[in-house]
């Protein structure tokens, strides 16, 4: 007994991984009861039939490419993503790990594939992907909203506080002389508030 075919009685009732053997001709020669359960009820008698029967029809040459790869290397594992077809208009995402099947007299038997569904950890890294896209932008918008306010709105603040410190220096009304003061006092917390605000974007 080859390690293959203990490989496949070990995982026949697996809950977690699918597999699968296709013959030289390309047909479907074994699969397990997790693979049967989850394709079976969608082609009925998987058994005997193409191996493309299950698969997005654009995925049919990476099958192709990577069993040749399985047939040049037969000592080597080979991945592959295959999209499934789910019975509902859409697609199941599988990852497999191909492996050529040789038998004794060293002659080629077919194709060995350990699989697994792949479609919510695929979801969940889109998802991620746009969650950093849409931070990217964010820091980017922050990072235009610091600038603008240490390049921009802190000139006028700078402009009142010294026009401010110009007024205290003149003669005027004991009444007019508070109000300036309590605009500079604004004036410098606002200074301040900013300033706080565009060294937190730049940190």
Known sequence: ??????????????????????????KYSY????????FGNIHGEIIGQPYYT?????????????????FEFPEKVFPATIRKHDG???FVFTQWEYKAMINEQGEPEGIFCLGY?????RNNSMVLSESLKTL???????????????HIIRKPVANILGLGLILQHMEMDPN????????????????VAIKTIVDKANA
Do not use: W
């Open 1 to 26: 007994m080859n390690h293959l075919t203990e490989t496949r009685q070990l995982l026949e009732n697996s809950t977690l991984y699918y597999i699968i053997c296709s013959n030289m001709e390309g």
């Open 31 to 38: 699969i397990n009861n997790k693979y049967k359960r989850a």
């Open 54 to 70: 299950t698969i997005h029809p654009d995925d049919t040459e990476i099958c192709h490419r990577v069993s040749a790869q399985c």
């Open 88 to 90: 509902k208009g859409g």
């Open 117 to 121: 569904d792949i479609t919510e950890f």
């Open 136 to 150: 990217d932008e964010k820091e980017v918008i922050l990072r235009d909203i610091a600038f603008n306010q240490s």
């Open 176 to 191: 007019l002389r508070n109000v300036i003061s309590l605009m500079l006092q604004s004036a410098e917390e606002l200074d």
